[in-house]
């Protein structure tokens, strides 16, 4: 009885979420992101990492490659050397309830996507 009470509020919260990105314009991908007015990172899928930078802009990354790991509410531990995070940078994933890390993975570039006015 409980699973299927679960399944049907999984699918609600799924359905009710909209887009991070909608209405929003990608720019030209970058290798390096400043860390410094950023919030986050977001995972919203194996392929998609966010961070917010001030209200204005979002910033989307993804692994290089497949990350298995990666996967929403997990928590990513990434390897940040300066006040810089660039593409293959090392990042590993730690799920709720854990305390061992998964292997690395690798940041890909990271694109802007700015609000259309």
Request: hydrophobic share 40%; aromatic share 6%; proline share 7%.
């Amino acid at each position: 009885m409980r699973a299927p009470v679960l399944a049907a509020v999984a699918l609600m919260l799924v359905a009710g979420k909209s887009d991070p990105l909608a209405g929003r314009v990608a720019g030209a991908p970058v290798r390096c992101i400043n860390l410094q007015q950023l919030n986050g990172p977001e995972i919203v899928d194996s392929q998609t990492i966010l961070y917010r930078q001030s209200g204005k802009r979002i910033w989307k990354t993804g692994p290089v490659g497949e990350c298995v790991s990666l996967r929403p509410f997990d928590t990513l531990i990434v390897d940040v050397y300066g006040g810089q995070l660039c593409r293959n940078d090392r990042f590993r994933t730690v799920s709720n309830g854990m305390s061992i890390p998964s292997g690395s993975c690798r940041f890909r570039d990271f694109t802007p996507y700015d609000k259309v006015k």
